[in-house]
């Protein structure tokens, strides 16, 4: 299962670029984050991922990676990046950095130099064809801008040229196999970047499309997930205590095939997750479960969750998240008191939970025009709310020199409006994170089981290990009543559960863990 540390890890997402601005110039640096790290140990997370922190021309907020080894200077240096590590581990915080493997900007040294007519050592290092006049048959390709001829294969933006890592089955001759030197060469080199950080003191990282590595792969992407084997085969060995976690949400490949420790469970339209907070794409309306009276139902969430669980149980984790840089906040369809029932449910299911900065205040989505590539993303990307002073607390630059501008509503929330008040969102999400630090029971492997999915007739019900844990999003009281429920107490709530002789009542919009 990996490092023992994930067992009880809480995961906090930092978006750099919108967190914490420390030398107001309106954009958000690592030693902002470095002065903001007791918030986040006062929050009870324990481990963070850093957005990627190095050097790009940003056409994709960073995700165009320029130096692998060298930090962005608009958010700081080497030696702050480290100085952070060094920071967040005093506090007993774990570290992951962003790692994009797939693609790098065109403007990384490795394609500059790919891009040369005359060859050397890095021609091979990304996709391309042997003539500028032929493309790639169906595939994203940008002909004619080089000295090279040849037409060369992108991952992603125009920005982002392909590494090249072989294919699976190559049929012409400019394709390189999977075991061919050139691929073997982008992995070592990729390897390499690894080692430069952990050996720096990061923890990890998460990765950027991980299923995106060799091309013509098949369904299983059995291809890529023995790269993804060799490379972890290189953790275990080198830097045993180092996570991995994959943008991939496909546990069956990330978590038994490719040997990540953790996979997120993404927000792809009707999965399982999906239609526990945005399920509102579809043209018959807004059926999100923890959207009350919306008409939604846990069963669309556990029929897609439930064979992935079983079958990767063991092998690692499933990450629920909050939200993520990609993602619509939740906040921009449910209420505050949605929202609390939402975030019991994730930070009491098994895996390694991520909270998304600026969700457990209920920072809103922003509706804001594009910055560096994030188009419809760029409203769940907006400066962190620490107050309700100037920016929001996030830097002293002018208004018109931040990154992105702040949620200007007069009720907008922020962590000062909500820290010393009981019933705000913030102080929940805090004792939620307390309740899955004080029992074993709530962490990331033990054991899960439904007790009751049958909502009519009672509300939603499950194990974990020896805990009962139930839930109602609907405005409607509802009870349970089961041989599971004699001698137990209440140990946590939401909206007032009770439990009396050997029933349990729960009124509308209320959340119960009973011991």
């Known amino acids: 299962m990996g490092p023992t540390w994930l067992k009880d890890a809480i995961f906090y997402e930092i978006y750099p670029q919108s967190f914490q601005d420390s030398n107001d110039d309106g954009i958000g640096d690592i030693p902002g984050i470095i002065d903001r790290l007791d918030y986040v140990a006062g929050l009870g997370c324990n481990a963070l991922w850093i957005n990627p922190c190095f050097d790009s021309p940003f056409m994709d907020a960073g995700y165009d990676v320029r130096d692998y080894k060298l930090v962005a200077p608009r958010y700081g240096t080497n030696e702050d990046l480290v100085r952070l590590f060094r920071e967040a581990h005093a506090r007993g915080m774990h570290v992951l950095l962003d790692l994009v493997p797939g693609h790098t900007s065109d403007q990384h040294p490795w394609f500059k130099a790919s891009a040369q007519a005359d060859p050397n050592e890095y021609s091979a290092r990304y996709i391309w064809t042997d003539e500028a006049l032929w493309g790639m048959e169906g595939r994203p390709y940008i002909a004619g801008m080089t000295e090279r001829s040849g037409a060369y294969m992108l991952n992603f933006f125009a920005s982002q040229p392909a590494l090249n890592y072989g294919w699976l089955d190559p049929y012409k001759h400019w394709m390189s196999a999977t075991d061919s030197p050139e691929a073997r060469a982008t992995i070592e080199a990729i390897k390499d970047v690894m080692r430069f950080w952990l050996d720096l003191g990061c923890d990890g990282y998460r990765v950027d499309m991980a299923d995106s590595l060799v091309k013509g792969d098949d369904e299983r992407k059995s291809a890529t997930c023995a790269i993804w084997r060799d490379i972890r085969a290189m953790m275990d060995r080198d830097y045993p205590d180092a996570a991995l976690v994959s943008e991939w949400s496909n546990p069956d490949q990330a978590l038994c095939q490719a040997g990540f420790h953790m996979d997120f469970y993404l927000d792809h339209q009707r999965n399982g997750y999906n239609t526990l907070l945005r399920d509102y794409e579809t043209k018959g309306g807004d059926h999100s479960y923890f959207r009350c009276d919306a008409g939604g139902s846990i069963r669309r969430f556990l029929d897609d969750y439930l064979p992935k669980y079983e079958r990767s149980r063991g092998r690692g984790y499933i990450s629920l998240i909050t939200c993520n840089h990609d993602t619509p906040r939740p906040a921009r369809t449910l209420s505050p008191a949605e929202l609390k029932l939402a975030y019991a449910f994730i930070l009491t299911m098994p895996g390694v939970p991520f909270i998304y900065y600026g969700d457990e205040i209920g ?28 920016n929001a607390g996030f830097s002293t630059a002018p208004a018109d020199q931040l990154y992105l501008p702040v949620d200007a509503s007069p009720d907008a929330p922020s962590v000062e409006g909500q820290w010393a008040d009981p019933d705000s969102l913030l102080s929940e ?79 509308g919009q209320s959340f119960v863990v009973l011991a």
């Not at 920072?363 to 309700?388: A, C, I, N, V």
């Not at 939603?460 to 844990?469: H, I, K, P």
């Open 363 to 390: 920072m809103r989505y922003l509706d804001l025009r594009t910055k560096e590539g994030g188009y419809q993303r760029t409203g769940s990307r907006s400066p962190m709310q620490w107050s309700h002073g100037e």
């Open 429 to 507: 999400v805090r004792r939620l994170v307390a309740l899955r630090h004080a029992y074993e029971d709530l962490q990331a492997d033990a054991p899960f089981a439904v007790v009751n999915d049958d909502e009519a007739a009672a509300p939603f019900s499950y194990r974990r290990g020896a805990l009962l844990l139930a839930l109602n999003p609907s405005s409607r009281e509802r009870r349970l009543d089961d041989a599971l429920l004699q001698g137990r107490r209440v140990v946590y709530r939401i909206g007032g559960a009770a439990l009396h002789e050997g029933s349990l009542a729960m009124p």
